[in-house]
């Protein structure tokens, strides 16, 4: 008996204990002893034989379906043969819940525990028990399944992706659980499947176009779910499909003409949705009935559809009104709106141009020279929190003066080579141009060892915060105005000033805006005042990198050709 290999005693009314010593028919392949009276001698605790069968490591089958074993599977179930390929184990009488060492089995192809007493939650598959919890996602590491049924239970979640990576299999049916989430578009990878059914569920979203990729399925059902909008024209691609149930969910849209080429296709349910428009005639549509399109939203079609005749007259003209005004009357509408738009703009940004405000025009009063104790004060002592910018020669704090007025200090560190030219550049390039688009100086405090420049606040901070934290955000109409500041802050800097100014720093960080979102250009250190007969200049002092012009970094290059290349590169 020890070279046993096949024992098969199936349908027969053998009654008694089974045997514990199974387990010494050590090259047994095939076991079938189902449909019989066959009981387990511990049917009050874990099924012993089961236990015993793990010593037959060549065992491939092994269906013992109808027999009153009771008791509970063994957590050894997940040491039995990695080859085993068919377990049959429906209809037993178990109790209590799966074992976890099931998903071990990685030859499984067929699996049968249903009609049995199994609850609570679970790491495998069964139908028709009282099973709780979410799918596992383990169960996608089985590549040679080709049947999971764990229909009738009370399985809630998502659908684990990792069952769409089940390339083999055959039949899928998740029916009549609390499943929710949407399909997602890898559904279509499941080439092979010839059942989906998804019926009577809470699966909510559209209807994955990727399901018209499988083209061996037959049966679908995604009935009695939460699905919307419209049926995908590729499900005409399903050439072998017989039968089709979308009932009872939220879809709209019109029935695709392209299902006439489904000439397989028997079966077919899209009541209780939201459909509307013409019920195609064509293909196997000739045999269908009223059932299945009643309660609908607004179909049409043929008289045996028990729907109202389609009005194609109205229809072809409506379409034809339609791709009139598209053709002809659409586009000069948007071309004036534009245009009427692009006008308003421009005449308001004139009137903001025309006249430059003056300092003095929206300060509280005239400002001297302010003393560094007064700023001190102003700044809290220019403490870190009031800090709000930080160069390489200089920092900048928030302040508010005596009268109220908020502002922005800017200490140079004197310790660095270049803030005292940085200073006096500053001062000699701001000291005669006023422009709304221009940071403002207001007031400065120089000493021996203390330089420092008061300027206008910038509620807004700088561009380079709008643009690259995540935090905030510029709609189009903000970054285009903001492009249309910024140029126009350099048109009056190259074109209009008593003295040509070429900025030489021109980036996101220098770039404030205020309460309005207007831009406003700051930062003159490094700037350069140029003549008219004198375009261009030569430097040691460079920018920025990634902002200069190529002349610029390479041999210190200074023109207002520089500051447009940094313009284009902000």
């Known amino acids: 008996m020890s070279e046993l290999t096949e024992l098969d005693i199936w349908d027969n009314f053998f009654t008694g204990d089974l045997p514990k010593d199974l387990g010494n028919l050590r090259r047994l392949e095939f076991l079938n002893f189902g449909f019989n009276q066959l009981t387990d001698e511990h049917s009050a605790s874990e099924v012993g034989f089961l236990t015993s069968l793990t010593n037959c490591k060549f ?112 039949v899928l049916n998740l029916s009549s659980n609390f499943l929710t989430g949407h399909l997602p578009p890898e559904v279509g990878n499941i080439k092979s499947i010839t059942t989906l059914d998804l019926s009577k569920n809470q699966v909510s979203g559209h209807i994955p ?44 849209g019109v029935i695709p003409k392209s299902l006439e080429a489904l000439t397989y296709l028997k079966y077919l349910n899209f009541s209780f949705n939201k459909l509307q428009g013409e019920i195609p005639d064509g293909g196997p549509f000739m045999n269908f009935t009223a059932e299945s399109f009643i309660f609908n939203e607004a179909l049409c079609g043929a008289p045996h559809f028990q729907v109202i005749a ?34 308003v703009l421009w005449i308001h940004r004139r009137n903001n141009l025309e006249v430059p405000t003056p300092i003095d025009s929206w300060l509280p009063g005239s400002h001297e020279k302010i003393s560094h104790q007064q700023l001190l004060y102003a700044t809290n002592y220019f403490g870190e929190d009031n800090l709000i910018g930080k160069g390489s020669l200089s920092m900048v704090y928030k302040g508010v003066l005596s009268n109220g007025l908020t502002v922005a200090v800017k200490v140079f560190n004197l310790e660095f080579q270049g ?42 901070g700088s561009l380079d915060r709008w643009l690259y934290s995540h935090n905030y955000f510029l709609d189009l109409i903000q970054r285009l105005n903001i492009m249309i500041d910024v140029a126009s802050a350099l048109e009056y800097l190259h074109h209009d000033c008593p003295s040509l100014v070429v900025h030489c720093d021109l980036k996101p960080n220098n770039i404030l805006l205020d309460d309005d979102m207007v831009a406003h250009v700051g930062d003159f250190g490094i700037a350069r005042l140029l003549t008219e007969i004198e375009s261009i200049q030569q430097t040691k002092t460079l920018g920025t990198i990634g902002y200069m012009a190529p002349e610029y970094g390479s041999d210190g290059i200074v023109s207002t050709k520089g500051d447009v290349f940094s313009y284009g590169s902000c």
Not at 435 to 459: G, Q, W
Request: glycine share 6%; proline share 6%; with cysteine.
């Open 59 to 170: 065992l491939r089958t092994l269906w013992i379906e109808d027999n009153p074993l009771k008791g509970i599977l063994p957590n050894s179930l997940g040491n039995l043969s990695n080859s085993l390929e068919s377990f049959d184990a429906s209809a037993c009488q178990f109790r209590g819940t799966i074992p976890t060492g099931i998903g071990n089995l990685t030859s499984l192809i067929s699996l049968e525990l249903g009609d049995n007493d199994l609850t609570g939650t679970w790491d495998t598959c069964l139908s028709s028990n009282q099973l709780t919890g979410s799918i596992p996602s383990c169960l996608g590491y089985l590549p040679p399944l080709r049947e999971l049924s764990l229909h009738s239970n009370a399985l809630a979640s998502n659908i684990p992706p990792s069952l769409w990576t089940l390339r083999g299999l055959l």
């Open 209 to 252: 176009r990727t399901l018209g990729e499988l083209q061996n399925l037959e049966d679908l059902s995604l009935s009695q779910n939460r699905l919307q909008g419209p049926i995908p024209l590729e499900f005409g691609d399903l050439l072998s499909l017989k039968f089709l149930d979308l009932s009872q969910n939220n879809l709209s």
């Open 310 to 343: 389609c009005d194609k007259s109205t229809h072809s003209r409506s379409w034809r009104m339609k791709l009139f005004i598209l053709k002809y009357i659409l586009p000069p509408v948007i071309s004036l709106i534009t245009l009427v738009a692009f006008l």
């Open 419 to 460: 803030a005292f030219r940085s200073f006096d550049s500053e001062c000699e390039v701001m000291q005669s141009i006023r422009h709304r688009n221009l940071v403002k100086i207001i007031t400065c405090c120089s000493n021996l060892d203390f330089k420092a420049l008061v300027l206008e606040y910038m509620p807004k």
